[in-house]
C-alpha cells in the first residue's frame, strides 16, 4: 500500500507543480503561492513512502529489491532510499519544490515572488514528469524475491549517505536562482531590489553545495583507500563547475545590489550555473561515461536529459538575449575599486570554469567523433587529468586569491592603489617568508612555493582587514562586526587555508607500501609500525580482516586497526584504513592483500597526508562563510524596521586613512 | 573614470585572460593528455614509440599476478584477446583489480616494455568493465582472427 501512496502522492505533486507554473506566471498572487506549498509537502511525503518502503525492506517494490538487504544496518536502508538512480531523481524533484514551498512562505509576495513560483512549477513539472513515467521509484514487482540485491558497500559510510543531500540542495537550489532571474527577466525588473531578494537563496544553495562536494572529497580521501581526495574525474568536474560559477554569482550579485553594475552579467550567471547544473545531472546520468555516480546508465534516460537540458537552457538563454539589452548599466567605476576587484574575481572564476570544462568534455566530444568516425580512433581515445588541471588552474586560483585582500579593503567607486598595496605589505612579507619556508623543507616545487604564497597572503592579508574595520574599538568591537564582514572573512580565510593546504599535501604526502610478516617493523618518517597479527570480525553485513598494527612515535604506543572488508550479498570488498590524526597531518595506514610468493606476509601502505584537515577544514570554513553571510541577510530582514546602522560599519575608511 | 574608457578597461583585462587562458589550455591539451592504447596497439608499433604517459585497457590475464620484490611491487599483464602487456604497480591498488576483470593502467613505459602505472583503475562493482577495456577488448576480437582469450567461469 505504501507505494501506492507514494506514487499518488508524487503524481500529486506533478499536479499542484503544473498548477503552480500555469497561475504563477499568469494570475499571480495567492493561489501558486498554496499550491507551491502544497507541492513541496506532497514531495516530501512521496519521498518519506519511499524511506518507509526501505526501511521495512518492503521486497514487493523493484527499487528496494535492487538496492536494500535485511543484513543492512538501519541508517544504510534509509540512505539506500536515495542510493540509486530512481531513488535520487525523487530526492531531486523533492529539493526542487522544496525550494518553490519555501519560496511560498519566505518571500514577499509580488511578481517577483508570482514569476519564480511560474518558472519553478515548471521546471518541477518536468523533473516530475521524468521521474513518474521514465524512472519511478515505487514500480511494484508482482514475483518478490526473498531477500534484496544490496547496495554498492563502498556506499556503506556516512559521509556518503549526507553526499546526496547536501548536494542537491547546492544543484537544485540553483534551479531556483535560475528562476528568479527568469522572473526578473520577465517582469523587466532586474535591479538592485532584485538582487537583494535572490543573493540570499544564491548563498544558501552554494554553502550547500560546497558542503555537498566536501562530503564527497572526505569519502574518497577515506573510503577509497589510496587517500586521494579529488581525482578530477568528470562527475567530480560535473560539481566544480557550478561552483565555481555560482562563486562568481554570489559575488557579483553583490555589485548588482549595492552599486546597481553588472545586472546583466549577473543574471547571465544565474541562467549559466544552472545549465551547468542540469549538464553535470546529464554527465552523471546518462552512461556518457563510468564512475561510481553513473548508476544509471541507461542512453534513453540521457536522451531525454538532454532534450530537457537543450529546451531549459535554450530558452532561458532566448529570454536572456530578447530581455538583457533593457537592463540598465551600472553606475561608473574606476579599475580601481571594489568593482573592478570583483569583476577580476568573475573573470578568474568564469575562466577556471571554462577550462575545466574543455577539460572534461574534450575526450567526450573526441570519443563521439572516433565512434562516428569523423577522426580516427586512435586521436580519439584520450584521458585528461590531474596535470592538465593543475596546469590550467592553478595560474587562475592564485590570480583569484592574489586580488583577494585587496578586494576586501578597496572602497566602492575608486580606490588608491598606492596606498594599499603599502598598506598590504605585511601580508606580503608574511607570505614570501612563508613560501620559502615551505619550500626549504617540502622541497623545490614550483606549486608549493605559489600555493602557500598566495594561501598565506589571503589569511594575513583578510586578517588585517579584519583588524582594521575593528578599529580602535577594542575587543567589544571586534564582536560586534556585522555578520557580513563575519561572513565574507571567514569565507576568504577558509579559501586561502583550503589552498595551502592543497598545494602542501598534494606536494609533500608521502606513501609507501610494505610486505610485512606478523612481527615485522615499517619505518617511515620517524614512526614505527609493528605488524603484530590479523584478526577475522564480523560485521552486520559483512566479515572483516582486521590487522593490528602497534604505532610508535616519540615514545608513544597505540595500536591501530586497518580493516579489509568483505561483503557477501554484492560479493565485493572495501578498505577500512585506520587514521591517525596528528598536529601536522593524517598517518594513513591500509591492510593490503597477502604477498602471493609469500603468504604469512601482508602488504601494508603506508602514509602520509600533511595539512590534509586543513583542505576539509578550510572548505568548511568556506560553506560556515556563505552560511554566515545568509544569517546577516535574515537578521537585517527581520529587523528591517530598525535604523539602518550597518551601512557605516560596511564601508570603514580606506586604508589610505589608516596610518601605516 | 568614462562609461567608454570603463568598457575598454574590461574589455582589455578579459581578452588578456583570455588569450592567457586559451594558450594554457592549448599546452595543457598537448603536453599533459594521456592517449588511450589497446594492447594489440602497443604490440603493432612497440612500446619504445610511446614516450608519453598513455592508458592501456584490457582484462587482467588471469594467473598473471604477481608480487615482487618481496611485495612491494604488483605485477600483471593485461590482455585483449590477442596481445599482452606487462604492468607493474607500486603500492595497493582499488580493491575491485581482480585477476580476469577489466582494467585501466596509466603510465609510461620503462625501457624493457613494462608498463610503471602510477594509476589503476577499475570500478567499484562486479558487474562493472571500464569502458575503454572493454573497447580494447571487443576491437581484438572484431579484427581478424581467432581470439585466444577465453572468458574465465567464475
Known amino acids: 500500500m505504501i507505494a501506492e501512496l507514494g506514487h499518488l502522492l508524487a503524481f500529486l505533486a506533478l499536479a499542484a507543480a503544473i498548477g503552480q507554473s500555469a497561475l504563477g506566471l499568469t494570475t499571480g498572487g495567492e493561489a501558486p503561492r498554496r499550491l507551491a506549498f502544497a507541492c513541496g509537502i506532497f514531495s516530501v511525503l512521496a519521498m518519506l513512502t519511499l524511506i518507509i518502503s526501505f526501511v521495512q525492506l518492503d521486497f514487493s517494490v523493484s527499487l528496494v529489491a535492487e538496492n536494500s538487504h535485511t543484513l543492512k544496518p538501519l541508517i544504510y536502508r534509509i540512505a539506500g532510499a536515495w542510493g540509486n538512480h530512481e531513488g535520487s531523481m525523487l530526492l531531486w524533484c523533492m529539493v526542487m519544490a522544496g525550494y518553490g514551498a519555501a519560496a511560498s512562505v519566505f518571500m514577499r509576495a509580488g511578481p517577483l515572488r508570482d514569476k519564480a513560483l511560474g518558472v519553478q512549477g515548471l521546471l518541477t513539472t518536468g523533473f516530475f514528469a521524468y521521474l513518474l513515467f521514465a524512472s519511478s521509484p515505487f514500480t511494484r514487482l508482482i514475483d518478490p524475491p526473498f531477500d534484496g540485491g544490496g547496495m554498492n558497500p563502498l556506499l556503506q559510510d556516512p559521509a556518503v549517505a549526507l553526499h546526496p543531500p547536501a548536494l542537491y540542495l547546492g544543484y537544485v537550489g540553483m534551479s531556483f536562482v535560475f528562476s528568479l532571474a527568469a522572473s526578473g527577466l520577465i517582469n523587466g525588473q532586474i535591479d538592485q531590489e532584485w538582487a537583494r531578494r535572490t543573493r540570499p537563496w544564491a548563498l544558501f544553495a552554494w554553502s550547500s553545495l560546497t558542503v555537498g562536494i566536501a562530503l564527497g572529497a572526505i569519502w574518497a580521501y577515506y573510503e577509497l583507500g589510496w587517500g586521494g581526495w579529488w581525482f578530477w574525474d568528470p562527475v567530480e568536474n560535473a560539481s566544480f563547475m557550478p561552483w565555481l560559477v555560482s562563486a562568481a554569482l554570489i559575488h557579483s550579485l553583490i555589485v548588482t545590489e549595492k552599486r546597481g553594475g553588472m545586472a546583466s552579467w549577473t543574471v547571465f550567471l544565474s541562467v549559466l550555473t544552472f545549465i551547468l547544473a542540469l549538464l553535470g545531472t546529464f554527465l552523471v546520468r546518462s552512461g556518457v561515461m563510468t564512475s561510481v555516480h553513473a548508476f544509471a546508465t541507461d542512453p534513453t534516460r540521457g536522451l531525454v536529459l538532454l532534450f530537457g537540458l537543450s529546451i531549459a537552457g535554450g530558452a532561458a538563454l532566448a529570454l536572456f538575449a530578447w530581455r538583457a539589452p533593457t537592463l540598465k548599466a551600472g553606475p561608473e567605476f574606476d579599475p580601481v575599486s571594489r568593482e573592478g576587484a570583483l569583476v577580476l574575481n568573475n573573470l578568474f572564476l568564469a575562466v577556471a570554469a571554462a577550462l575545466v570544462l574543455v577539460g572534461t568534455v574534450t575526450p567526450m566530444i573526441l570519443q563521439w567523433l572516433g565512434e562516428s568516425g569523423i577522426i580516427s580512433r586512435e586521436a580519439a581515445s584520450i584521458s585528461i587529468g590531474e596535470p592538465y588541471f593543475q596546469l590550467t588552474l592553478a595560474p587562475m586560483i592564485a590570480m583569484l586569491l592574489l586580488f583577494m585582500p585587496f578586494a576586501q579593503a578597496a572602497p566602492w567607486r575608486k580606490a588608491e592603489l598606492g596606498p594599499l598595496m603599502k598598506w598590504l605589505m605585511p601580508a606580503a612579507a608574511v607570505a614570501v617568508v612563508a613560501a620559502i619556508v615551505a619550500l626549504a623543507m617540502g622541497g623545490w616545487g614550483i606549486w608549493l612555493g605559489f600555493g602557500v604564497l598566495v594561501g598565506v597572503w589571503v589569511v594575513v592579508g583578510v586578517g588585517m582587514d579584519v583588524v582594521r574595520r575593528v578599529g580602535p574599538g577594542g575587543f567589544g568591537r571586534f564582536l560586534r562586526l556585522p555578520l557580513t564582514v563575519w561572513g565574507m572573512a571567514i569565507a576568504h580565510i577558509g579559501m586561502g587555508l583550503f589552498v595551502i593546504g592543497a598545494t602542501v599535501e598534494t606536494a609533500t604526502r608521502t606513501e609507501q607500501t610494505f610486505p610485512l610478516r606478523p612481527g615485522e617493523i615499517a619505518e617511515m618518517a620517524g614512526w614505527t609500525f609493528q605488524f603484530q597479527n590479523l584478526e577475522e570480525v564480523e560485521g552486520p553485513n559483512y566479515s572483516a580482516l582486521r590487522a593490528n598494527i602497534l604505532v610508535t612515535h616519540d615514545g608513544r604506543t597505540e595500536v591501530i586497526q586497518p580493516e579489509t572488508r568483505t561483503f557477501q550479498v554484492a560479493r565485493t570488498s572495501t578498505t577500512e584504513v585506520a587514521i591517525r590524526k596528528t598536529l601536522g597531518g593524517d598517518v594513513y595506514v591500509a591492510l593490503g592483500d597477502q604477498v602471493r610468493e609469500d603468504p604469512a606476509a601482508w602488504r601494508i601502505r603506508i602514509a602520509y597526508h600533511p595539512l590534509i584537515d586543513w583542505v576539509f577544514g578550510g572548505a568548511g570554513l568556506i560553506a560556515v562563510g556563505g552560511f554566515l553571510s545568509l544569517a546577516a541577510r535574515v537578521r537585517r530582514r527581520s529587523a528591517a524596521t530598525a535604523p539602518e546602522t550597518e551601512a557605516a560599519v560596511e564601508s570603514p575608511p580606506a586604508p589610505a586613512s589608516v596610518p601605516a | ?154
Do not use: C
Not at chain 2, 17 to 25: E, M, N
Not at chain 2, 69 to 87: A, M, S
Not at chain 2, 108 to 136: C, I
Open chain 2, 1 to 154: 573614470m568614462r562609461k567608454r574608457s570603463q568598457r575598454l578597461w574590461l574589455i582589455g583585462a578579459a581578452a588578456v585572460l583570455v588569450t592567457g587562458a586559451v594558450a594554457l589550455a592549448v599546452v595543457g591539451l598537448q603536453g599533459a593528455v594521456a592517449f588511450f592504447q589497446s594492447p594489440s596497439d602497443i604490440a603493432a608499433k612497440g612500446p619504445s614509440a610511446f614516450t608519453q604517459a598513455l592508458r592501456v585497457g584490457g582484462l587482467i590475464e588471469v594467473g598473471s599476478q604477481k608480487h615482487e620484490e618481496g611485495g612491494k611491487l604488483l605485477t600483471f599483464t593485461i590482455t585483449d584477446g590477442k596481445h599482452t602487456v606487462p604492468v607493474q604497480f607500486e603500492g595497493i591498488p582499488p580493491d575491485m583489480v581482480v585477476e580476469g576483470k577489466g582494467v585501466v593502467a596509466e603510465g609510461k613505459f620503462n625501457s624493457n616494455g613494462v608498463l610503471v602505472a602510477d594509476r589503476v583503475l577499475a570500478k567499484h562493482d562486479e558487474n562493472y568493465m571500464p569502458k575503454e577495456a572493454y573497447d580494447a577488448l571487443k576491437r581484438a576480437s572484431d579484427s581478424e582472427g581467432e581470439s585466444t582469450y577465453k572468458e574465465p567461469t567464475t
